[in-house]
């Protein structure tokens, strides 16, 4: 079996550009390594015309490092004519005439997309548990969850499948499953990505990232992804810039910042430990790292649990069975076909959120919650800019813990939460944050570390991240 | 036992013109196939962000403007949360928080009493789709939904139907005037919600709403209706209760639909997908500039000129009449003659051939020499009658279209005069009786006139000749 999947995106593009390989080549090792680890879950719905999508690509752009390389793209962002379930029996039959913003990027550099990953329903979960069509497998330990609601694009980079992926962050679900499953996650700025096209969780929160195996790989897949885009008015614009930029220099001078509730006792003493080491190391080499003290960050859980929630109940609500999706079969009138259709459509989890969502936008709950979470969410921001002031970069864990065996979480709907306490915030704060691997646990399981960054300053998160990737 | 005080508010919703729809580029025009105007954002498919349509919010601006409203600088648009089928998205985006005007009013006079209306805001809404039951199915036509509204609220300052009518009027032709919206009642481009309670005291009564009145005749009579309907149910002991009732213009009654239960909870929160809009000096100014003359602006104008009142409403009814009428003023000529010649014959040529004067190849040059050649006798009402359908289908010129129909009136007064002593000569017996005060016998010798020049003499001239000889 051919094994050019394992070579870097820069080494396969050689191969590529000297024709000693084909797109195809690369499509078939990648349907035969998804189909060889069809136990790890990484997939909803398989591209059937990848193959021919491959055979089609026509002559190899030397420029474009993405020319030909098989993607998983979250199954939350459209495609057209290609299934887009969200995980859920709901949209189970769904099949898009329109693309989103970033699926035409990666259709316009020759990116191939081989499927749609898993992911928990609606991006609604922490362990992918959720999914309506079985729970993706953490590679490392099958037994463990590869996090959520990214899970399965998670699973896909970790198991080899294909060397890179998109995935979605509402409260740190492309971080935190990109921690359990040693890969490389970012979640860029708020506004960076166009959501055109993304099913709307949390509209103030949703970001897309990409997922890779290494940050080189990772900041060059930002690069084609990011741009205004008419048709979001959230995304913003900026002047265009090379992600990769800052990859290679050192770190001298750097100021780091670790908040305290980051090394709390809520993380695992190992992690915490590792965490130290890290800090060692990055002093050795000429940063400063100070621990500071951060207000709110504490209390981002449950802005998080208000905000996400109240808009969801909201963005759900087309879910209705009548122009698209599951439509119940026997009802009486309106209302029965309501309530057939969603209760019979969404899962457990999507239920309750939208129920404790529909809860705190009613009445005068707006004012004591809703409006009372949006003013607490500025308090964090401020903080975050506070900090920023005086600091190039927060760090901490990505998790408080390893990735968690399966089956733990799912009856505790609000433990499930804390697998994000340390992501959310920066949800919160619109920032950019990175997941980068730091190792592993004395039982072989990843650790990753949360790499915090300035609004729109990606590129200096990377140059820290690519330092640290080549030791740890 | 005192009179009952009624208090009436009126919602009106009015469709803005405008190329596209409010949050899509859908063309928003009405009379199109079913389902032909409408793309994956009107049909509130997944993933799918609205967009902000500029033009309206000048509309809305605009609207502002000639209502009197104080604009808001910094506003957002909100969801309002509830499920129906021709609700898409099963929210709507409106504005709950931030109307884009506030404290406004209109001016409406009855029986010669001036009053102010106010209005406590107006905001920018977008429409449902259009829904038809056919038996035991309903079918939906989205063409409509997104379509953009201004709704207007007055405060319930209302007195009488006749107020309400004499308002709504005159809202009509403001908005129509100010180009912001059709105002067809019968298209559904306008429509009228109207609250109406009654008490004897300081203290408001419970108040009903009839929705969705077909035309502000109707709203007049729904009102007073109501009015009497709540007088007796509260003679008789009984109790007004929160109900939505609609009228029904064939038993010129209105009809209770439901009865309000506990408030509606709309769950309304900041549209999260759409950023806050700052609206500048420049962005009002920009959106004033092309605000056209308003009905009362015209009447001061077209007193001045010389208009009579009944020439002014007219002209005011008849828009495109009235936008022609405003070119002709930058030219010189009698306008009151121009006034009367648009109003009779050309208007009886327009309603004959179902046109619109621009439509016509009456030019302004063309028409002032028509008036010119009338105040010098040179063509008489009786030869534009007859020369009509030419003026307004060909460009021939007045000299040329004369030439071609042989007109040559006769402007010489020795000519006129011989003809008149013929008359008189051969006509002793009328010439007799007129000077025994019969008038008829004037018209008769005039008629004889006529006849003798076989209509080629300007008949005011010929008439004064003819007195001035009879009185001899």
């Known amino acids: 079996m051919s ?12 191969l590529l550009v000297d024709k000693k390989i084909t ?33 089609a690509l026509g002559e190899v752009e030397p420029d474009n490092i993405f020319f030909g390389i098989p993607i998983a793209v979250k199954d939350n962002i459209v495609t057209k004519d290609l299934k887009t379930t969200c995980a859920s029996h709901i949209l189970d039959n769904f099949i898009p005439i329109y693309d989103a913003t970033i699926v035409e990027k990666l259709k316009e550099n020759k990116l191939l997309i081989i499927g749609k990953a898993n992911m928990d329903e609606f991006a609604m979960g922490s362990t992918s548990e959720t999914s309506y069509f079985g729970t993706p497998l953490n590679p490392h330990d099958k037994k463990r969850t590869a996090g ?26 492309i971080r935190q499953p990109a921690s359990y499953t040693g890969i490389v996650g970012m979640k860029p700025t708020y506004g960076r990505i166009s959501r055109y096209g993304l099913v709307a969780f949390a509209s103030s929160l949703d970001q897309i990232g990409p997922m890779t195996r290494t940050v080189y790989e990772n900041a060059a897949l930002l690069n084609i992804l990011v741009g205004e885009d008419d048709k979001d008015l959230t995304s913003v614009k900026k002047e265009k810039e090379d992600f990769t930029r800052l990859i290679g220099k050192d770190i001298k001078g750097m100021k780091i910042a670790l908040p ?52 969801a109940s909201s963005n759900l609500a087309r879910f209705d069975g009548i122009r698209y999706g599951y439509r119940a079969t026997s009802f009486n009138n309106v209302d029965s076909m309501y309530e057939k259709t969603r209760g019979e459509g969404f899962g457990d989890e999507v239920k309750r959120r939208i129920m404790v969502g529909s809860y705190i936008l009613s009445g005068e709950n707006a004012k004591t919650y809703y409006d009372k979470a949006l003013m607490v969410r500025d308090d964090i921001t401020k903080e975050f800019n506070r900090i920023f002031k005086d600091y190039d970069l927060i760090i901490g864990p990505t998790t408080t813990r390893v990735a968690p065996l399966l089956g733990t979480s799912k009856d505790d709907p609000h433990k499930a939460f804390m697998d ?34 300035k609004a729109f300053d990606e590129a200096t998160i990377y140059r820290l991240a690519s330092f640290i990737e080549e030791v740890f | 036992m005192s009179e009952f005080i009624p208090t009436i508010g009126l919602e009106v919703h009015v469709e803005i013109k405008s190329k596209s729809k409010l949050f899509s580029s859908s063309a928003n025009s009405y009379g199109m196939a079913t389902n032909t105007s409408v793309n994956v954002v009107d049909l509130g498919y997944p993933g799918t962000l609205p967009t902000v349509n500029k033009e309206i919010i000048r509309q809305g601006i605009r609207a502002c403007k000639v209502l009197n409203c104080n604009i808001t600088r910094k506003m957002h648009f909100d969801r309002k949360n509830y499920f129906y089928p021709d609700n898409p998205k099963n929210y709507q985006i409106t504005q709950n928080r931030t109307p ?31 829904s038809a039951h056919r038996g035991s199915v309903s079918l939906l036509d989205f063409n409509r939904a997104g379509v953009p509204l201004i709704e207007i609220v007055t405060e319930p300052c209302i007195s009488n139907g006749k107020e309400a009518m004499a308002y709504l009027t005159k809202l009509k032709e403001l908005l129509f005037y100010a180009n912001i919206s059709d105002c067809k009642m019968e298209e559904g481009s306008m429509r009228c919600d109207a609250n109406v309670s009654i008490s004897k005291d300081e203290n408001m009564g419970t108040r009903t709403e009839t929705k969705n009145i077909s035309s502000i005749h109707n709203v007049g009579l729904a009102i007073e209706k109501e009015i009497a309907r709540q007088e007796e149910v509260l003679n008789n002991n009984g109790i007004i209760k929160e109900e939505t009732r609609r009228f029904d213009d064939k038993l010129g009654e209105t009809i209770l639909m439901r009865v309000k239960e506990t408030g509606n909870d709309y769950r309304y929160f900041i549209e999260p997908d759409i950023p806050y809009l700052v609206i500048t000096d ?51 000529t009698n306008y009151v003659t121009a006034v009367n010649l648009l109003l009779s014959d050309v208007s009886s040529y327009l309603n004959k051939h179902n046109k619109v004067i621009t439509d016509t190849h009456l030019s302004y040059e063309k028409l002032v020499s028509v008036i010119d050649n009338l105040e010098s006798g040179a063509l008489s009402n009786k030869n534009v009658k007859d020369l009509i359908d030419s003026l307004m289908e060909n460009d021939l010129t007045i000299e040329e279209l004369k030439k071609e129909f042989k007109i040559e009136n006769i402007t010489d007064d020795r000519f006129i005069e011989d003809i008149i002593t013929k008359v008189i000569e051969n006509n002793t017996e009328s010439v007799n009786d007129y ?32 007195k001035e000889a009879l009185n001899k």
């Open chain 1, 3 to 14: 094994k050019y999947l394992d070579l870097s995106i820069k080494e396969i593009h050689e």
């Open chain 1, 23 to 55: 797109p195809l080549d690369l499509v078939d090792e990648a349907l035969e390594r998804i189909e060889e680890n069809k136990d790890l879950n990484a997939f909803i719905t398989i591209n059937d015309k990848v193959r021919e999508e491959a055979s």
């Open chain 1, 148 to 173: 959520g609601s990214s899970g399965g694009s998670a699973t896909a980079i970790s198991g080899g499948l294909v060397p890179l992926a998109l995935g979605s962050d509402t409260g740190g679900s």
């Open chain 1, 260 to 311: 305290k509730y980051f090394v709390s006792d809520i993380v695992d003493e190992e992690i915490s430990k590792r965490i130290k080491e890290v800090i060692s190391f990055l002093k050795e080499n000429g940063a400063t790292v100070d621990i500071v003290d951060m207000k709110y960050l504490d209390t981002a859980v449950n802005l998080y649990q208000i905000i996400a929630m109240a808009e």
């Open chain 1, 420 to 453: 994000d306490v340390l992501v959310i915030p920066v949800n919160m704060a619109g920032l950019p944050g990175l997941s980068v691997p730091v190792g592993k646990s004395s039982e072989n399981l990843p650790i990753g570390l949360h790499i915090i960054g």
């Open chain 2, 100 to 130: 884009i005007g506030t404290d406004g009013y209109v001016e409406i006079e009855v029986d010669g009493i001036k009053k102010k209306i106010g209005i406590s805001d107006i905001h920018i809404e977008e429409d449902t789709c259009k």
């Open chain 2, 282 to 332: 420049e962005f009002i100014n920009d959106s004033l500039k092309t605000l056209p003359l308003l009905p009362d602006e015209l009447r001061e104008k077209y007193s001045k000129i010389g208009l009579s009142s009944l020439q002014i409403e007219k002209l005011i009814n008849n828009r495109p009449l009235n936008d022609y009428f405003l070119g002709l003023l930058e030219f010189k």
């Open chain 2, 435 to 466: 000077k025994n005060g019969h008038d008829r016998a004037l018209k008769y010798l005039m008629g004889q006139v006529m006849k003798e020049t076989k209509g080629t003499v300007n008949p005011k001239k010929a008439s004064d000749m003819l």
